[in-house]
């Protein structure tokens, strides 16, 4: 789950929304950029609503990571095209 605080969100804000996060099981990476602060929390969010978490002062959007994440080393390349026609002949 990717929690995306507003923009002028506090660090008393920032904070409170890592506990509660932590408070329910979820293991909290925090990324501080210029303007904005992203949550990145991962853990079983099977059970979560986002939606309250939305709720809290300071958050600006929940986003649900629905598949596994992997590096784009991780992923095969796409195939070249064959030289082979389909057709024989």
Known sequence: ???VM???ASEDQ???VVAHLVSLGM???RSTGVSRTVLGAV???RRLDPRLIEMLDGVS???RVTEPISSPAGRSSPRAPSSRS???G
């Open 27 to 29: 293991d909290v990476h």
């Open 61 to 63: 959007e929940v986003l």
């Open 6 to 8: 507003q923009e002028r």
């Open 1 to 3: 789950m990717v929690v």
């Open 43 to 45: 853990g079983d969010d």
């Open 14 to 16: 920032i904070e409170k």
């Open 86 to 88: 389909a057709t024989s």
